[in-house]
């Protein structure tokens, strides 16, 4: 009696257990975003979703929703040329592909490739480089394509755990992978990926996943603990929380940014390589901040 | 009461005759011309605001289905016309901007240029189009307004059109009909700010959602930008409002340019009785038949097939094929099926020059019936402008190519729909004086085979031709078999490089206009430019267009070497300074055209100044802001 009864039970959950396996929902990304200008006494007023020299985008298409980075390289000030012309001038432009509709899920490296193309087509001449990350949730196949060149990146977190993470493309030492034009006189001197060589990666998520994507300026001053424990205090998942935590966990990578004597990740690969450097690296912060979640329209 | 019925009973006498008299005229329109007239009659409608029966419904164009050019590249969204589709991304905001939709001319310049068409006789005045651009929306209504976002220098608009096809209906019916909603002069805007242009637009007897808008950008002072297109209406048909008093126009009362439409269905005359003629035409026959001729030949062709109809000297006259040595369709494109040609086919065995650019939209005309008029009419063609004609195809090519052998003119600018295979067909025409290849599929087997055998092309388009891998292979036969090659355009030919640019200068001494617009490929640094400069010295047209390596030296090389210059484009280079621009306005005093926008070096101060001390010169800067 009891054995059938525990018998029926094994079955039953066996059977829920598999019928819970297709999921049929379509998912989506709520994201919140925030972020700091290294420089804050610029007081330039950007169009949204612009902070200092990095720019990022939220875009949502039929089938998927696309987030994006773009760390733009300080460096072209020394000649004159603004860096967050480029990358707010990419990020738009991805932007404007994704709403449009130009693009395949799967396939992120060429939302950048479209993208970089697109820039050449202005009649304005736009100089600067930047790195870039695009992440795209494929709202039925429930799959995560992400393409990224240079040193920003995301992270997934699930359960408490970063189960999938961004490597960081660099040239050498705080030279990071990065698209960029050139002025013509300076075409062989200034340093130009491909946006083919941007890294691409797919994997599967689940609903409560974290993804936080974010420019170097939030990896370089937080360490991976630091940012889980932030996460933790994530309760629930509509958009005033998700804001919150994005904005708690920029707050604090500025914070340490500007500490001298806090042994940042960024200091820590410098001695690493040699270099003895201590205090935060101060630089552009932007946190893009997404949680899977069921779609609703 | 009385003053009721009796102006009912006027309303109705008027349109019974107005029944009668399209009924004798022309049978295949049906009653559709009285309906028509019946409605406009009535006056505006009322009830529209909202709350009407089936409210009024705002709509922006889903898709572009077809247009005549662009500026921006193929599969970019850049300066593009499917940027129409969708809510506007730049109006209210004025200025030179990527999202908006941009023609591949402006103004004059390209008419003065060598590689200009000589324009048609007997085009009719009405008839001022130049482009057009196609947009399906995604619910048919009956019109009641049409609202064009212009964001940049606007004015251009001079017709618009509306169809009773829905473009997106499995089973297409087979009588599709053109109306026009709106038709104007082509103008100029006080100033190149965005505004919004909604003119009147007649009512419509059919629910659309294809529309089709033609410009004329003649006037205008720089390319003109659309952000999108609103179609407001309808989804029920407007009530007829019987208690409004009539507005007839008196314009109703005689027969408008509907007539147009009975070009196809042409019957000829019953004959005359020549003593009731002698007595009342003023001697009109004792006039010599040349004069005769003189008099009829400034005519347009729907006033000279009716002419035909009215007497048999005049049907002689009308019908007699030195009348139709040119003969231009275009502006009759919606009215044209293979019905008309085939009635026009007695007349035209003289046919030299035939302008059906435009045609065949949407099956009137097709593959077949085309190739049975050129068949019997195309022996003696010289020149044949058939852009935008869809309705070609493979086996349209190879006629063309054996029943005109003599031809010197082929125009198949944006046939997009035309198969690569079918321009092997074009070599056969080694006489081709003019070729162009705009927006095509043409590949370069096919195109290095053309130039092969057609020595003697003086002026050869390969615009936007994107199926060509290799422009320095193309270039050096250009060098070797077209030396007679007086304009070229390039525009958007990603792989040419200084090689084939130099050879193309060694080759072709003759060249007379040169269009590299958008060739990035092309470096300065290599000395292509100046080399290209002292090659050149019959240079009158050299366009730059953004390539940002145009520096002084090339300016310089182009004042010393190139005294004729008379149009040059250089937009956003960073490298151009003031002085060498100012030095190449002293050096070429033919010059009339300066495109210097996007150059940071040249600010608008700088312009004024120029401007000022040559006032024969446009130089033309454009803005973002």
């Known amino acids: 009696m009891f054995s059938v009864i525990s018998y029926g039970r094994l079955v039953a959950r066996a059977v829920i257990?598999?019928?819970?396996?297709?999921?049929?929902?379509?998912?989506?990304?709520?994201?919140?975003?925030?972020?700091?200008?290294?420089?804050?006494?610029?007081?330039?007023?950007?169009?949204?979703?612009?902070?200092?020299?990095?720019?990022?985008?939220?875009?949502?298409?039929?089938?998927?929703?696309?987030?994006?980075?773009?760390?733009?390289?300080?460096?072209?000030?020394?000649?004159?040329?603004?860096?967050?012309?480029?990358?707010?001038?990419?990020?738009?432009?991805?932007?404007?592909?994704?709403?449009?509709?130009?693009?395949?899920?799967?396939?992120?490296?060429?939302?950048?490739?479209?993208?970089?193309?697109?820039?050449?087509?202005?009649?304005?001449?736009?100089?600067?480089?930047?790195?870039?990350?695009?992440?795209?949730?494929?709202?039925?196949?429930?799959?995560?394509?992400?393409?990224?060149?240079?040193?920003?990146?995301?992270?997934?977190?699930?359960?408490?755990?970063?189960?999938?993470?961004?490597?960081?493309?660099?040239?050498?030492?705080?030279?990071?992978?990065?698209?960029?034009?050139?002025?013509?006189?300076?075409?062989?001197?200034?340093?130009?990926?491909?946006?083919?060589?941007?890294?691409?990666?797919?994997?599967?998520?689940?609903?409560?996943?974290?993804?936080?994507?974010?420019?170097?300026?939030?990896?370089d001053n937080m360490p991976d603990y630091m940012i889980l424990q932030e996460l933790k205090k994530l309760k629930n998942t509509n958009y005033?929380?998700?804001?919150?935590?994005?904005?708690?966990?920029?707050?604090?990578?500025?914070?340490?940014?500007?500490?001298?004597?806090?042994?940042?990740?960024?200091?820590?690969?410098?001695?690493?390589?040699?270099?003895?450097?201590?205090?935060?690296?101060?630089?552009?912060?932007?946190?893009l901040l997404s949680i899977v979640a069921e779609y609703t329209d | 009461m009385f003053p009721m019925l009796t102006l009912l009973s006027m309303f109705y006498y008027i349109c019974l005759r107005r029944r009668c008299r399209s009924g004798s005229r022309s049978e295949a329109l049906g009653s559709r011309r009285a309906v028509e007239l019946a409605q406009r009659s009535s006056g505006p409608v009322g009830g529209i605001g909202g709350s009407?029966?089936?409210?009024?419904?705002?709509?922006y164009a889903k898709e572009v289905l077809d247009f005549s050019s662009h500026y921006g590249s193929e599969n970019s969204m850049s300066y593009t016309m499917w940027n129409l589709a969708g809510a506007p991304n730049v109006y209210p905001s004025s200025g030179d901007f990527t999202q908006t939709a941009v023609f591949r001319t402006y103004g004059h310049w390209w008419e003065q240029c060598p590689s200009a068409r000589a324009p048609y006789r007997r085009t009719p005045r009405s008839f001022h189009s130049t482009d057009f651009l196609e947009l399906a929306f995604e619910e048919p209504v009956y019109p009641t307004a049409v609202e064009v976002l212009e964001t940049y220098h606007p004015g251009a608009v001079v017709q618009i059109l509306a169809c009773s096809l829905n473009p997106f209906t499995q089973n297409p019916p087979t009588d599709v009909r053109w109306e026009v909603l709106w038709s104007g002069e082509p103008s100029k805007a006080p100033t190149p700010h965005s505004r919004q242009f909604s003119p009147t637009i007649r009512h419509l007897s059919f629910p659309t959602n294809l529309l089709r808008v033609e410009v004329n950008s003649g006037l205008l002072e720089y390319y003109t930008e659309l952000d999108a297109i609103i179609l407001r209406g309808v989804r029920e048909r407007p009530m007829l409002a019987l208690y409004k008093m009539p507005l007839i126009d008196m314009n109703d009362l005689s027969d408008g340019e509907d007539d147009a439409v009975a070009i196809g269905n042409q019957r000829f005359p019953p004959a005359g009785d020549d003593k009731h003629n002698n007595t009342g035409n003023g001697y009109f026959d004792k006039l010599p038949y040349e004069l005769i001729q003189l008099i009829v030949s400034h005519l347009t062709l729907p006033d000279l097939c009716r002419l035909a109809q009215s007497c048999k000297l005049l049907q002689q006259h009308c019908c007699d094929p030195l009348q139709y040595q040119q003969l231009s369709l275009q502006p009759y494109w919606a009215a044209l099926t293979d019905a008309s040609l085939a009635h026009l086919q007695p007349r035209c065995a003289l046919l030299q020059r035939l302008n059906a650019s435009w045609t065949g939209n949407r099956g009137a005309v097709?593959?077949?019936?085309?190739?049975?008029?050129?068949?019997?009419?195309?022996?003696?063609?010289?020149?044949?402008?058939?852009?935008?004609?869809?309705?070609?195809?493979?086996?349209?090519?190879?006629?063309?190519?054996?029943?005109?052998?003599?031809?010197?003119?082929?125009?198949?600018?944006?046939?997009?729909?035309?198969?690569?295979?079918?321009?092997?067909?074009?070599?056969?025409?080694?006489?081709?004086?003019?070729?162009?290849?705009?927006?095509?599929?043409?590949?370069?087997?096919?195109?290095?085979?053309?130039?092969?055998?057609?020595?003697?092309?003086?002026?050869?388009?390969?615009?936007?031709?994107?199926?060509?891998?290799?422009?320095?292979?193309?270039?050096?036969?250009?060098?070797?078999?077209?030396?007679?090659?007086?304009?070229?355009?390039?525009?958007?030919?990603?792989?040419?490089?200084?090689?084939?640019?130099?050879?193309?200068?060694?080759?072709?001494?003759?060249?007379?206009?040169?269009?590299?617009?958008?060739?990035?490929?092309?470096?300065?640094?290599?000395?292509?430019?100046?080399?290209?400069?002292?090659?050149?010295?019959?240079?009158?047209?050299?366009?730059?267009?953004?390539?940002?390596?145009?520096?002084?030296?090339?300016?310089?090389?182009?004042?010393?070497?190139?005294?004729?210059?008379?149009?040059?484009?250089?937009?956003?280079?960073?490298?151009?300074?003031?002085?060498?621009?100012?030095?190449?306005?002293?050096?070429?005093?033919?010059?009339?055209?300066?495109?210097?926008?996007?150059?940071?070096?040249?600010?608008?101060?700088?312009?004024?100044?120029?401007?000022?001390?040559?006032?024969?010169?446009?130089?033309?800067?454009?803005?973002?802001?």
């Open chain 2, 52 to 59: 009407g029966s089936g409210g009024e419904l705002e709509q």
């Open chain 2, 366 to 625: 097709t593959s077949n019936g085309f190739c049975s008029f050129l068949k019997v009419c195309g022996a003696g063609l010289v020149s044949l402008e058939l852009s935008c004609c869809h309705f070609l195809c493979e086996a349209s090519m190879e006629v063309i190519a054996q029943t005109c052998p003599g031809l010197q003119e082929l125009n198949l600018a944006s046939c997009d729909r035309l198969q690569p295979q079918a321009f092997s067909h074009v070599s056969k025409l080694t006489s081709l004086r003019r070729l162009v290849l705009y927006r095509t599929k043409v590949e370069q087997t096919a195109l290095l085979s053309i130039l092969t055998f057609c020595t003697e092309l003086q002026h050869l388009n390969l615009g936007s031709c994107v199926r060509i891998q290799d422009y320095d292979v193309v270039a050096s036969m250009l060098a070797v078999r077209c030396r007679r090659l007086r304009s070229l355009d390039l525009w958007r030919c990603g792989s040419l490089t200084e090689r084939g640019l130099g050879e193309l200068a060694l080759g072709c001494g003759r060249l007379e206009e040169l269009d590299l617009g958008w060739c990035s490929t092309l470096q300065s640094s290599s000395g292509c430019f100046q080399h290209l400069a002292r090659c050149l010295p019959r240079l009158r047209k050299l366009f730059l267009t953004a390539n940002r390596s145009v520096c002084d030296q090339d300016l310089d090389q182009m004042a010393a070497c190139c005294p004729k210059l008379q149009h040059v484009d250089i937009l956003g280079t960073r490298m151009v300074s003031p002085s060498s621009l100012k030095k190449l306005l002293q050096s070429c005093p033919e010059l009339k055209l300066v495109d210097v926008s996007f150059c940071s070096q040249i600010d608008t101060r700088v312009v004024q100044e120029l401007t000022s001390l040559f006032p024969n010169v446009a130089i033309k800067k454009s803005f973002t802001q």
């Open chain 1, 240 to 287: 005033e929380s998700i804001q919150q935590t994005a904005k708690s966990i920029a707050e604090q990578a500025h914070v340490l940014a500007y500490d001298p004597n806090y042994m940042s990740p960024f200091a820590q690969f410098a001695c690493d390589n040699g270099l003895n450097v201590r205090g935060g690296k101060p630089d552009d912060i932007t946190v």
């Open chain 1, 17 to 219: 257990g598999g019928l819970s396996q297709t999921d049929s929902r379509d998912y989506s990304l709520v994201t919140a975003s925030f972020g700091f200008g290294k420089d804050f006494r610029k007081g330039i007023l950007k169009k949204g979703m612009c902070y200092g020299d990095d720019a990022c985008f939220i875009a949502r298409h039929k089938s998927a929703d696309v987030l994006g980075v773009a760390d733009g390289v300080g460096g072209w000030r020394d000649y004159g040329v603004d860096p967050s012309q480029f990358s707010g001038t990419l990020m738009r432009t991805c932007e404007r592909l994704v709403k449009e509709g130009r693009f395949i899920p799967s396939n992120p490296v060429g939302i950048l490739t479209t993208s970089y193309y697109e820039l050449l087509q202005n009649k304005a001449p736009l100089l600067g480089s930047s790195t870039a990350c695009i992440v795209v949730l494929d709202r039925q196949s429930h799959r995560l394509h992400t393409a990224n060149l240079g040193d920003s990146g995301f992270l997934v977190v699930r359960g408490g755990e970063v189960v999938h993470r961004s490597d960081e493309q660099q040239h050498y030492f705080n030279t990071p992978f990065q698209l960029s034009i050139a002025p013509p006189e300076a075409a062989g001197a200034v340093l130009s990926d491909s946006p083919d060589a941007a890294d691409s990666s797919s994997f599967d998520v689940q609903i409560g996943d974290i993804i936080l994507t974010a420019t170097d300026g939030l990896f």
